[in-house]
């Protein structure tokens, strides 16, 4: 029924998401905030970097094996932790961890995932589950030990989702997310729905489900809506005081997402974190904040010897994996590709764009030269001048 054609792109599954997807769903999976110009700068810093050609060294196929906290991965990409995604297709966040377990890589799991943690550390063996302090220290300490029981690998804060700066820009579709799946919700997307009717039988024989069965209570009470759980996540976002409790309370790796800034990189090192990711939650979160990759650089010259220094946002393509590499990133983790690719083609559409991404990690090394992810640097680049935040 999701039948979907090979991908072989990430603006190919973007096209496929929009063809298959209600309006409103699609428009939440491009997710930016107020004027996206955060959303256009990840991108645009990929652009703006060039690449260095060289007459390939060798025959040898290229390493693109690489070690993140303590595990070899068969490529430097991860998805990225994302709630809601069963929205896209039921296989939801346990299609992403089997297709990530296919690929040899680790997988975000987001707090606001459908299905329960201990389904997901079953089928894939590299999770990292992704906290936000829905229902304060009390609830996340819930959280936390849920996640250590079902044996997931790594633990994310995610610290740059503290509030809006302004409204999401969903307005392209109408509504948005539903707060919860009900009658009256159902009537409000109908017009929507009659458009896609395979979406809507897909997500009508799934059981109408979109809940959140690894975030904890708040006041006793279960978070049941998208707007309890938006409500949770903003009621109390993570201080530093807060990653020092989380570091107290988890003692395999840890891992801090959202970081832009050289000082906040800093403290990160020195409250215990292994590695941050310097994100910008994808443009979702303040507009008008750097692009990661121009944040790169600095951060990974300030503390790249000290922890391992990942990179999010805008990364579409295998040489833009390479790009970050060559600036100092360990690893990449994507977001919207994936999703989109779910969305298209559900579990093996995601293994399909993973697929994408080694290839264009493998090519692109081969065209600079270069024979594996871990001889990547500057030198392989050709950077505008001035390049960085
Ligand atoms: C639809 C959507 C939902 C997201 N949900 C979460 C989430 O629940 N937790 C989180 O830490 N980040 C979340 N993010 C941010 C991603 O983890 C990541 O930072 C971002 O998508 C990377 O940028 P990219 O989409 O350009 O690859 C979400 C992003 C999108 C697009």
Not at 127 to 139: A, D, K, S
Not at 334 to 344: E, K, N, Q, S, T
Request: net charge neutral.
């Amino acid at each position: 029924m999701f039948r979907s054609p090979q991908l072989t792109s990430v603006a190919q599954a973007r096209r496929e998401a929009k063809r298959k997807l209600p309006r409103s769903v699609y428009w939440w999976t491009e997710a930016g905030t107020e004027r996206r110009q955060t959303v256009r700068a990840n991108r645009e810093g990929f652009r703006e970097i060039g690449l260095r050609a060289r007459v390939p060294d060798s025959h040898e196929p290229r390493g693109l094996a690489t070690t993140v906290l303590g595990r070899e991965l068969s490529m430097p990409v991860i998805t990225t932790p994302a709630g809601f995604i069963r929205i896209a297709h039921p296989d939801g966040e346990l299609g992403v961890a089997r297709a990530a377990e296919a690929a040899g890589t680790a997988c975000g799991i987001g707090i606001l995932a459908s299905y329960a943690i201990e389904e997901i550390t079953a089928a894939a063996s590299e999770v990292w589950f992704q906290l936000y302090m829905i229902g304060g220290r009390e609830g996340s300490a819930i959280a936390i030990e849920r996640a250590r029981r079902a044996g997931c690998r790594a633990l994310i804060v995610t610290v740059d989702f503290a509030a809006l700066s302004g409204p999401m820009d969903v307005q392209r579709g109408q509504p948005g997310v539903p707060d919860r799946v009900d009658l009256a919700t159902a009537l409000r997307y109908a017009p929507e729905m009659a458009l896609r009717p395979l979406w809507a039988l897909n997500f009508l024989r799934a059981g109408l489900e979109l809940t959140f069965p690894n975030a904890p209570p708040v006041e006793g009470e279960a978070v049941l809506t998208t707007g309890q759980a938006a409500a949770g996540i903003m009621a109390h976002p993570p201080t530093w005081d807060d990653i020092a409790w989380v570091r107290r309370q988890w003692d395999g790796p840890l891992v801090v997402k959202g970081i832009t800034d050289v000082d906040d990189a800093r403290r990160a090192v020195a409250e215990g974190a292994d590695a941050i990711s310097v994100s910008n939650h994808g443009g979702n979160s303040l507009d008008g904040s750097v692009a990661t990759i121009r944040a790169l650089p600095a951060i990974a010259d300030a503390v790249g010897g000290e922890i391992e220094v990942l990179l999010d946002g805008g990364v579409r393509r295998g040489s833009d994996v390479v790009k970050a590499l060559a600036l100092g990133a360990r690893a990449v983790l994507v977001g919207r590709p994936y999703i989109w690719a779910l969305a298209a083609g559900g579990e093996e559409g995601v293994r399909q764009i993973l697929e994408v991404y080694r290839q264009g990690i493998a090519g692109t090394l081969t065209l600079l030269g270069c024979p594996s992810v871990g001889d990547l640097g500057p030198a392989n680049l050709r950077l505008p001048p001035g390049f960085g935040a």
